[in-house]
Structures are given as C-alpha cells and as structure tokens.
C-alpha cells in the first residue's frame, strides 16, 4: 500500500500534467486563425477545413494565403462549391480576373437552390468578367 505521501505527490504530478496540457490546448483557441490551423495541421486532408481556414486569412488581410487554402480546399474536393465560390471572389478582390472567371463559372453552373443569392452574383460576375475581358 502507497504511503499517503507518495499517494499526494503522484497525485500533484497528474493534476500538472493534465494542466500543462490544458494550457498548451486553449494557446489554439486563442483565434478563429489559429484554432484553423491546427486543425488543418491535424486533418491536411479535409476540404472544408482548408476553406474555413482560407476564410480566416482573407479576414486576417492575408489574401494570397486564403487564395491557397480555398484552392487546396478545391484540389481535395471538387464538389466543395463553397471554395469556388470563395476562389471567385477573391481572385477578383486582388485582381487576377482571368481565374477568378473560372471559379465564378463552376460556381454559378453548380449551386444548389440554397445559394441563390450568390449564384447570382456569381453568374453576373461572370458575365460583367468575360465581357470585359473579350
């Protein structure tokens, strides 16, 4: 039988450890940024963690970097409309019309009934973006 000693130092040692590791996981939840990197981190091969993560960056003003994530996003699920979507815009946002065209395209073709309000401007955005460019 384990003195009373040994009993409290083991179980200090226990409540340490377990906050130790509570502290180390609430440092992610510090943003929205950070808390989608981590679990981006933890499941790289996920779609709308990469779209949810690119929505932090262009929030965060890192626009080429939500570009990349919304297109990871893409390259992990082709179905994901949201990232077309949110590739479109802003592609658009930094100038690069020519893909933006695209994304707004796959977009305004693919949408369910539940994104009307985009697919609109999805489709008009097209339509102005391919105007211009002929």
Known sequence: MMGLGIRTGVLAL????????????????HSLLTLWQDTATKSPGKSRVFNNLGNCYIIAGMHFKGIEAYRRAVALDSNNIEAYYNLGVNLENVGILNQAVYYYDR????????????????CKRF????RIAQ
């Open 127 to 130: 339509s102005e973006l391919t």
């Open 14 to 29: 226990v409540v340490i450890l377990f906050t130790g590791m509570a502290y180390e996981r609430n440092s992610v939840w």
């Open 107 to 122: 977009f305004c073709k693919t949408a369910p009934s539940s994104y009307r309000e985009q697919r609109e401007l999805a």
